[in-house]
C-alpha cells in the first residue's frame, strides 16, 4: 500500500533509535533535523520503502544515508561488516556520484574519529563509486574487497548484474537509494532502471528496502508506485515523504520593456540583457536558465559585455561563466568548481544545472523565457537557496507575449501549488528487449519466471504475455523468412519448452557496451561561410538530409545551407527569407497539458473582464497580484488579450478562445501557403497528434502533402498555394485516432528518427560491436532503409515500440482522444472565423514559427509528374527566352 | 509501369532489351542483412524473397530468351560458408529452369564463381558483347570498347534522385540514367536490391560517384527516368534540369 508519512519524530526520539556512536556525531554536528529527515529516518531505519520529495538543501540525502550508517557501524562494531555490499545508490549523473561520495567521506571520518575517542574499535565501512570512468585497477580492487556502499549510475547497475565475479558481491543487499528519482520516471532512462531493481532485487535473493529521492514532482503516490513496483498485482508498500514545500518561495514575472509589440526585437533583447545584468550585480550568485544552448552562449556574451563596461569591481570575464551539455566535461567540472568556491557571481545554464548537484550557494535563479512546466518552474527555482529555510527566490523574465501571458500563469499555479502531472511511459518493448538480452547472459530461464520478473516493474505491470513473447522472438533471430537464420540471434529461445538464454560468445559484450536508453546524437558544428564563425549544433541525421540551398532555423534565425563536410556544416545567414525545411529536431521544451489549460481559462477570464468594462488599471493591478508579475508584464498580458478581443468583435465574431470554445481561423500568407490555425490550449504534445491527424484526413482528401506547425498555444495546417484551406477536428473521431495518426506517420523524419533510436535501444543496431565503435553504420543503411525492411513484418517488436513511443511518450495522444471526446459530447467546440489575409493576435506565434513536419499524402506518382512538369515548364519558358 | 527507349523497356527493377529478348538486371545484393549484422546492424532476413518476386514478376512479364544479371548478385564480405549461400542457389535453381541465365561479373561476385561453375552457368568478366551491346557492372574504367558497341549498359552506381517539394519534404526515388559517351549510349539501371536506396546523383558531387566511367562524365545531359516501385516508370527530364527545377548549384 502507498502511505503518507504522518509521524513526525522529534530530535531525541531520532537519535534514540540510532547507534549511540552514530547519534552522539549527529548530536555533534546538527543541533535540529530538517523536514525530510524527522519523516524519514526512522520508518527507513523500520525498513520501510519510502520516497522522500523535497527541495535542494533540505537534508533528503542524509535523511536516507543516516539509518544506513547508524546499521552499519553497528555491525562494524560488532565486527560483523562482511565483505559484500549492503547498499547501492544510483544517481542520474556521474557529478552527483562523486558529490555523495565525498558527502559520505565528511560523516564517515567524524563518526570513526568519536569512535577512537571513546576507544570504540570498529571495521572500516568503505563506499565506492562506480561508473563508467572507474579505471580496471579500481574495478579490480572493487572486486577483491567490495565496498559495503556502492555509488553508481543505472547504466552501470545494469553492467554489474551480469559482471560475472562482482555480481555476487550483490546477493543480500539490504538497501537501495534512487536519487533524482524525478529526472528518471518521465523518460526511458527510468523505466530502464525498474527494470535492473527488480533484477536486482531477483539477484539480492531478498526484498531490499528502497528509497526514493526527488525534487519538486507530482503526484507522488504515482512516483512511489514507480520506486517500489509490483508483487502479485499490486504495488508494494512505499510511504511517501512529502515536504516540497518546505523552502518558502519568492516568485516574480518582469518584462524588460514597456511595448513588447511595437519595441524593436533588438531594443527588446538588450534591455533583457540590461535587467539580467541588473539582477546580477544586486545578488551574490545568479543561475540564469535559458531554454537553448545557443541561448545561454548569447546571455553569457551580452552579460560579459554589460557587467564589463560598469564601474564596479566584477571581472565579468572571470566571473560569469556557462554549463551545457555541448561544454566538455572537463570545463562544466571547471565551472562546478568554481561555483562550490563562491568564484562565480552568474552561471548561465539551459538543463544541465537542473538536477542536483552541489553547486554552493545561490540566492538567486533566473529564468529566461518559459520552463513550460510548474513542475520544471519550481524545480529550477528550489536550486535557490541552498540551505533549509532560505528562500527560494525566482525571477522569470519574458521577452514575448504568449511568454508572458504562460509564465505569469505558471508562477501563479506554482505559488498555489498546483503542480502538472508526470507521466511514465509504459511497456517500452526496446529497454524490455535489452534487459531480456542481459538476463539471458545471466542464466538460463524459464519464460515464464522471467515475465513474472518483468511484470513486477511498475511500467511493465500489464505487460501482456505476448507482447513479452515476441521481444523474445525478435531477440532469438524471429522474424526472419527462414528458419536457419536464428544463427543470427542474441539469445536461444525454445517457445516449447519455454526457456531461454545466451547465444553466442558476444552476448554479453553486447549488452555490457549497448546498454542505455540516451540516443547518441551525433552533433556537426555549424560555422558561418563568410566569416567561419561558429554558430550552434546540428545533428548529423538532419544535415545529412539538406541539400545545397535549403534554408532551415537554427538558434532562432534562418540559414542557408551551403555544404557539408565530414561533422563541418557551411551555411550563410539568410535572415529575411523563409525556411524550406522543416526543423524536425527542435529542442524545444513542449508546454504542458495542465499549464495550457489554466491558460486557455486564463486568457478567457480576462477578456470577459475588459468585456464587462471593467477598469483597465484595475484588470492589470488584479493580473500583477495574481501572478505576481511586475506592471510593464501585466499591462503586455492585458493589451494581448484586449487585442484578441477587439480584432474577434471587428469580425462580428462574439464568441472568445477559451477551454471550451476551439478558435479555428484560415489566414492566407503573402507567400501563396494558407494556413488553417487551431487556437487549442491543450499542451504541445496533444497538439502534436491532433494536428497530425487532421492534416492526414484532409491531406487525403485533396491529394496532397500538407505542411503542420505544432505550437504551444495551438496548432496550424499548411495548405499549399492553390489547395483551398478546409478541414474541422470535429470530423476526426476519438476511436480511430490512433489508427489515423499510425497511417500519418508513415515516411515521416519523425518516424525514422525515433526508429532508429528504437532499434538501438532494443540492440538492433548496436553502437559497440565487437571491441569498436560504430559509426559507420549509417553509411551502410539509412533509417528510411532499415524501416523499409522491417515495415511490413507483422507484429516487429521494435516497430511497435515506436509507435508507442511517438504516440504516447513523444506526444500525446490520451488528451488529444479527450479532445476530440469533448467536441463530440458537446463539452467544446469549434468557432469557425472566415478567411482573412491577416493573423490574428493570437497566432502570430504560430504562424511565425515555420514548419514542424509535413504529412505525406500525395502519391510518388502525382510528385513525379509534378516535378516533370516543372521541367517542361522550364525548357518551354528556356525555349521562348532563345526564341525571342 | 515502364517506359520504352527504342529498343529497350525500362521497368522499375530493370530493362528489357527487345532485339535480343534480354532481361537485365542489376545489383541484387542478396544476403546485405549479413553486411549490415558486421557494422552491428541486425535485420532479420526477408529480403531475398522481395528480390525473387521482383525477378519472377519480370520473367512472367517479358518472357525473355535470357536473363543477364548485371554484377553483384550476392553481397560477400568474407568466405563462402554454406549458409550464406542457400538463397543464392536457390535463386540460380529457381531460375534457371524457365530461362537461360548469365551473370556479368561485379565487385562482389568472387566466392560466386564456382557455384555458377558447378550450377553451368555463364559468367563474363569484365563484361560480355550481346548484338550491338556491351553489358559490364560498372565498377572498372571502360578500357577497349568492342567495335560493334554501340551502347554500355551498367549498374553498380545504384543511381537515384532526392526531390524536395514546396513544404520542404525530400523523398528519394531510384532511376536509370541515359546519356552518352561520344557516340556511344551509356545506360545506367537501378539497384533491384531493397536495401540500397542508392546515391542521390542530383545533389552528389562528381566526386561522390561510386563507378569510375560516370565520374568521368558529365552527368548534367544524362536523362532521369524514375524507376519506382510504387510510383511506376517516369521520364523526368535531364539532370540539369532537375538540379535547376530543385535550386542545386550545376556546378557540384
Not at chain 1, 534512487?178 to 539480492?204: C, M, P, Q, T, Y
Request: glycine residues 8%; proline residues 5%.
Amino acid at each position: 500500500m502507498i502511505s503518507w508519512a504522518e509521524r513526525r519524530y522529534s530530535y531525541e526520539e531520532v537519535l534514540s533509535r540510532l547507534d549511540p556512536t552514530v547519534a552522539e556525531w549527529f548530536s555533534a554536528n546538527f543541533s535540529s533535523l530538517s523536514p525530510p529527515q524527522e519523516y524519514a529516518v526512522v520508518p527507513i531505519l523500520e525498513g520501510k520503502n519510502v520516497l522522500v520529495s523535497s527541495p535542494t538543501g533540505t537534508g533528503k540525502t542524509l535523511a536516507a544515508f543516516l539509518g544506513i550508517v547508524s546499521r552499519l557501524f553497528s555491525l562494524a562494531s560488532r565486527g560483523e561488516l562482511e565483505d559484500r555490499i549492503y547498499a547501492v545508490y544510483v544517481s542520474p549523473l556521474r557529478a552527483l556520484n562523486n558529490d555523495v561520495y565525498r558527502n559520505l567521506e565528511v560523516p564517515l571520518r567524524g563518526i570513526y574519529q568519536l569512535a577512537r575517542e571513546r576507544g570504540i574499535e570498529a571495521q572500516e565501512i568503505r563506499h565506492a563509486v562506480r561508473t563508467g570512468d572507474t579505471p580496471p585497477s579500481e574495478r579490480q580492487r572493487q572486486l577483491r574487497r567490495p565496498p559495503h556502499i556502492l555509488i553508481t549510475t543505472p547504466e552501470t547497475l545494469a553492467i554489474v548484474l551480469v559482471a560475472p565475479k562482482f555480481r555476487r558481491h550483490l546477493e543480500g543487499v539490504e538497501w537501495v537509494i534512487v536519487d533524482e528519482i524525478h529526472s528518471l520516471v518521465e523518460n526511458k532512462r527510468g523505466v530502464h532502471l525498474s527494470l535492473s531493481l527488480e533484477r536486482l532485487e531477483e539477484l539480492a535473493g531478498r526484498s531490499p528496502v528502497r528509497i526514493g529521492l526527488s525534487a519538486t514532482i507530482n503526484p507522488l503516490e504515482v512516483v512511489a508506485e514507480f520506486l517500489v513496483g509490483y508483487e502479485n498485482g499490486r504495488p508494494r508498500d512505499c510511504l511517501i515523504v512529502d515536504a516540497r514545500y518546505a523552502k518558502p518561495l519568492d516568485l516574480k514575472v518582469l518584462c524588460p520593456v514597456d511595448d513588447l509589440v511595437h519595441t524593436p526585437s533588438a531594443v527588446v533583447s538588450q534591455r533583457m540583457y540590461e535587467l539580467l545584468a541588473d539582477l546580477v550585480r544586486r545578488h551574490r550568485t545568479t543561475l540564469i536558465f535559458t531554454n537553448t544552448r545557443s541561448g545561454t552562449e548569447r546571455v553569457v556574451f551580452h552579460l560579459k559585455k554589460l557587467l564589463n563596461e560598469g564601474v564596479e569591481d566584477l571581472d565579468a570575464d572571470e566571473s560569469i561563466a556557462a554549463h551545457h551539455s555541448s561544454l566538455s566535461r572537463h570545463v562544466r567540472h571547471d565551472v562546478e568548481e568554481r561555483l562550490k568556491r563562491g568564484e562565480l557571481r552568474a552561471i548561465v545554464s539551459s538543463t544541465s544545472l537542473e538536477l542536483g548537484i552541489d553547486i554552493g550557494y545561490i540566492d538567486l535563479v533566473a529564468q529566461v523565457g518559459s520552463p513550460k512546466s510548474v513542475t520544471r518552474a519550481l524545480q529550477r527555482v528550489g536550486r535557490a537557496g541552498h540551505r533549509l529555510h532560505e528562500v527560494s527566490k525566482g525571477r522569470f523574465v519574458v521577452v514575448d507575449r504568449d511568454d508572458a501571458v504562460e509564465v505569469a500563469v505558471m508562477v501563479r499555479e506554482a505559488l498555489s501549488g498546483h503542480l502538472d502531472r508526470a507521466r511514465i511511459p509504459q511497456k517500452a518493448l526496446d529497454v524490455l528487449a535489452q534487459h531480456l538480452a542481459g538476463m539471458a547472459v545471466e542464466r538460463k530461464w524459464d519464460a515464464r519466471e522471467a515475465f513474472e520478473l518483468v511484470r513486477r516493474a511498475y511500467p511493465y505491470r500489464n505487460l501482456t504475455w505476448e507482447e513479452f513473447e515476441s521481444v523474445l522472438r525478435y531477440l532469438s533471430g524471429g522474424y526472419s523468412e527462414l528458419e536457419t537464420y536464428k544463427v543470427y540471434g542474441k539469445i536461444w529461445y525454445d517457445p516449447g519448452g519455454g526457456a531461454f538464454g545466451r547465444r553466442g560468445r558476444y552476448a554479453r559484450v553486447i549488452y555490457a557496451t549497448n546498454i542505455g536508453t540516451i540516443p547518441d546524437e551525433v552533433a556537426a558544428r555549424v560555422y558561418n561561410v563568410e566569416n567561419n564563425r561558429y554558430i550552434g549544433n546540428l545533428e548529423e541525421e538532419f544535415v545529412e538530409r539538406l541539400s545545397p540551398g535549403d534554408r532551415f532555423v537554427l538558434a532562432g534565425r534562418v540559414y542557408e545551407f551551403v555544404r557539408a563536410k565530414g561533422l563541418k556544416v557551411y551555411v550563410r545567414p539568410a535572415f529575411d527569407q523563409k525556411p524550406t525545411v522543416p526543423s524536425w529536431f527542435s529542442e524545444m521544451l513542449p508546454l504542458s497539458y495542465d499549464l495550457a489549460v489554466q491558460i486557455a481559462r486564463f486568457r478567457a477570464r480576462i477578456a470577459g473582464e475588459i468585456e464587462e468594462g471593467r477598469d483597465q488599471g484595475e484588470i492589470v493591478a488584479e493580473i500583477a497580484r495574481e501572478c505576481s508579475t511586475d506592471e510593464k508584464a501585466a499591462r503586455a498580458i492585458f493589451e494581448y488579450i484586449r487585442e484578441q478581443l477587439v480584432f474577434l468583435r471587428s469580425l462580428g465574431l462574439e464568441e472568445f478562445p477559451s477551454d471550451e470554445v476551439i478558435l479555428v481561423e484560415t489566414y492566407l500568407s503573402e507567400d501563396g501557403n494558407s494556413y488553417r490555425v487551431f487556437h487549442t490550449l491543450v499542451g504541445r504534445r496533444a497538439n502534436d497528434a491532433l494536428s497530425r491527424a487532421l492534416a492526414y484526413l484532409v491531406g487525403r482528401r485533396v491529394g496532397r502533402n500538407l505542411g503542420v506547425v505544432v505550437a504551444d498555444n495551438g496548432f496550424a495546417l499548411v495548405f499549399p498555394r492553390g489547395v483551398e484551406p478546409q478541414g474541422l477536428l470535429s470530423e476526426l473521431d476519438p476511436d480511430g485516432l490512433r489508427a489515423t495518426l499510425r497511417s500519418a506517420l508513415a515516411n515521416t523524419e519523425l518516424l525514422k528518427r525515433r526508429f532508429r533510436h528504437v532499434a538501438a535501444r532494443g540492440l538492433m543496431i548496436l553502437r559497440n560491436y565487437k571491441g569498436h565503435e560504430i559509426r559507420v553504420s549509417r553509411q551502410q543503411a539509412s533509417a528510411e532503409t532499415l524501416l523499409k525492411a522491417v515495415s511490413d513484418i507483422e507484429g516487429f517488436p521494435l516497430l511497435r515500440e515506436t509507435y508507442r513511443e511517438i504516440m504516447e511518450d513523444f506526444m500525446d495522444v490520451e488528451t488529444a482522444e479527450l479532445v476530440l471526446r469533448s467536441l463530440r459530447e458537446g463539452r467544446a467546440r469549434e468557432v469557425e472565423l472566415p478567411p482573412l489575409n491577416v493573423p490574428s493576435p493570437f497566432s502570430h506565434g504560430i504562424v511565425l514559427q515555420g514548419l514542424s513536419d509535413v504529412v505525406l499524402m500525395e502519391d510518388r506518382r502525382a510528385m513525379l509528374e509534378r516535378f516533370h512538369r516543372m521541367v517542361l515548364e522550364l525548357v518551354e519558358a528556356g525555349q521562348r527566352a532563345g526564341g525571342g | 509501369m515502364s517506359v520504352r527507349v527504342g529498343e529497350v523497356t525500362i521497368f522499375p527493377h530493370g530493362a528489357f532489351l527487345h532485339d535480343l529478348g534480354a532481361l537485365l538486371v542489376a545489383d541484387l545484393h542478396i544476403g546485405y542483412e549479413e553486411v549490415l549484422l558486421e557494422s552491428g546492424i541486425h535485420l532479420p532476413r526477408s529480403q531475398y524473397g522481395r528480390i525473387k518476386l521482383a525477378i519472377l514478376e519480370a520473367l512472367e512479364r517479358f518472357d525473355p530468351d535470357l536473363l543477364v544479371l548485371l554484377g553483384d548478385v550476392k553481397h560477400e564480405f568474407g568466405g563462402a560458408t554454406r549458409q550464406e549461400w542457400v538463397e543464392v542457389l536457390d535463386l540460380m535453381r529457381s531460375l534457371k529452369g524457365s530461362v537461360d541465365v548469365q551473370v556479368v561479373r561485379g565487385n562482389h561476385d568472387n566466392f560466386l564463381i564456382p557455384i555458377l561453375r558447378r550450377e553451368d552457368i555463364p559468367f563474363h568478366d569484365p563484361g560480355v558483347e550481346m548484338g550491338r551491346y556491351y553489358l559490364v557492372h560498372g565498377h572498372k574504367p571502360l578500357e577497349a570498347l568492342p567495335e560493334r558497341a554501340e551502347a554500355v549498359i551498367m549498374g553498380h552506381e545504384h543511381p537515384a534522385i532526392g526531390l524536395r517539394d514546396e513544404l520542404g519534404v525530400k523523398r528519394k526515388f531510384k532511376c536509370a540514367l541515359l546519356g552518352g559517351l561520344d557516340d556511344v549510349k551509356i545506360l545506367v539501371l537501378p539497384a533491384i536490391s531493397p536495401l540500397a536506396p542508392g546515391t542521390d546523383i542530383l545533389s552528389a558531387p562528381r566526386s561522390g560517384l561510386l563507378s569510375p566511367i560516370l565520374s568521368q562524365l558529365d552527368l548534367g545531359r544524362f536523362e532521369v527516368i524514375a524507376t519506382d516501385s510504387e510510383a511506376g516508370v517516369v521520364r523526368m527530364g535531364t539532370v540539369s534540369q532537375l538540379r535547376r527545377v530543385q535550386g542545386i548549384p550545376a556546378d557540384l
